[in-house]
């Protein structure tokens, strides 16, 4: 659908695959990881940063008062699919 560029796409794609090596550096496997949250600024580098910086400008077209964030969090979590 073409939110993201296709390069900016398949950098968080890359970031984030299953084998992808943000899950082992933040020891998700490991049975006592819940949840990992994290606060970004959108002044920040990094690819799920800039992805953030461009879904902020195409919701700010449905609603203009996101144009004024400063800032992310994301999170991933550690359970059963569909629970």
Not at 26 to 32: A, F, Q, V, W
Not at 42 to 50: A, F
Not at 56 to 61: G, I, M, P, V
Request: proline residues 6%; without cysteine.
């Amino acid at each position: 659908d073409d939110a993201l560029p296709e390069a900016l796409f398949r950098a968080v794609a890359r970031a984030l695959a299953p084998k992808g090596a943000f899950w082992p550096a933040h020891d998700y496997d490991d049975e006592t990881s819940g949840f990992f949250s994290y606060v970004h600024s959108l002044d920040e580098e990094g690819v799920v940063v800039e992805a953030a910086r461009r879904f902020r400008e195409l919701f700010a077209r449905a609603v203009p008062a996101i144009a004024e964030a400063t800032g992310i969090e994301w999170w991933t979590h550690r359970r059963p699919h569909g629970a």
